[in-house]
């Protein structure tokens, strides 16, 4: 089977089934091998350089280990039979997009808050953000639900599918990889400075084109669902560069305009006060229904991405490609 149609029904089973918490996977294994690193090679005892030099030893080792267990994989199933080869491309490919997986997780933090309440709030937004959450107000809280859902809606659809697209399979697997280090080493704070510095680095580059398609896709599906489209220009426009990231302000900034908050702004990680520009112009307090609206966003911008591959698909097909 072609590489579009597996991405096709891939995106499907993302949006029928999610990521049930039982299931393996392979970023679960990725996160395993990045924490038995960190416990077995690094102490805080090393200097600035030797962190560095193991940082990049951990970014390097799981990249490639990845990359080899896919292709080496692929080719024993292909050897037995195409369609067993097949199936295999359909989980990786389903493995690497987290549309429902996202979605529910916000609407998780949206439900806590409307039921149990601000501490029940920032325990659930904890699990999804990496910014410590026990101070935050319920407008902080539910910022941070927007900003993860809008920032992921490029890590977790356009960019695994950008990469799967381009190089099949491994290409994804490859890309949840270095995301996957970046997001549990890449802050910027005394212990993680140089050590996630490699991950850090690598995953700006690998975001750069996707960051900059998925907010084109994102501004689209603001147009269609009325959420302030000309706003949202006006703000990619002026603070796309206002993030730490290179990327991440793209998406962020999308959102910030379509909904008119103001996102971003300095909070703590890991104990540390790390300051941040702020994205958008505080036009509206945030409330439960902006992670509504950000939901709506994410699948949106998904369902687009798979009109478009969809029709690419019908054209090779009646070109006979």
């Known amino acids: 089977m072609g590489r579009i149609p597996l991405i096709l029904c891939a995106i499907l089973l993302d949006l029928l089934i999610g990521d049930p918490e039982s299931w393996p996977h392979p970023v679960r294994a990725m996160g395993s091998y990045i924490v038995y690193f960190k416990r077995r090679w690094i102490r805080d005892s090393l200097t600035a350089n030797q962190k560095l030099i193991r940082g990049s030893l951990l970014w390097v080792s799981l990249v490639v280990m990845t990359l080899t267990v896919v292709l080496l994989v692929t080719k024993g199933l292909a050897t037995i039979h195409e369609g067993l080869a097949d199936i295999w491309s359909l989980y990786l490919f389903y493995s690497g997009l987290s549309i429902k997986s996202l979605a529910q997780e916000a609407r998780r933090v949206q439900q806590a808050l409307r039921e149990r309440g601000l501490i029940a709030g920032r325990q659930q937004v904890a699990r999804i953000v990496g910014r410590q959450t ?43 990889a270095v995301n996957t280090m970046d997001s549990m080493l890449g802050y910027r704070s005394p212990a993680y400075e140089h050590l996630g510095k490699p991950a850090a680095l690598m ?69 540390q006060w790390v300051d941040k520009a702020s994205i958008g112009d505080h036009l509206n307090q945030a409330s439960l229904k902006d992670i509504t609206r950000v939901n709506r966003i994410l699948y949106l911008t998904s369902g687009l991405v798979f009109v478009l591959l969809g029709l690419i698909q019908l054209l090779c097909w009646k070109e006979g490609i």
């Not at 302000?249 to 379509?258: K, M």
């Open 134 to 176: 026990d101070q935050l107000s319920q407008e902080e809280v539910i910022k941070a639900t927007v900003e993860t859902v809008a920032e992921n809606t490029c890590d977790g659809v356009i960019a695994p599918l950008f990469y799967g697209l381009l190089f099949g399979p491994a290409g994804m697997m490859v890309y949840k």
């Open 203 to 271: 995953d700006d580059g690998f975001n750069y084109l996707p960051a900059r398609l998925g907010a084109l896709f994102m501004v689209f599906a603001c147009w269609l669902l009325n959420y302030q489209p000309q706003k949202a220009i006006q703000i990619l426009i002026r603070d796309r560069r206002q993030h730490a990231s290179p990327n991440a302000g793209y998406a962020e900034a999308v959102v910030a305009g379509a909904l008119g908050l103001q996102l971003g702004g300095g909070h703590y990680y890991h104990g």
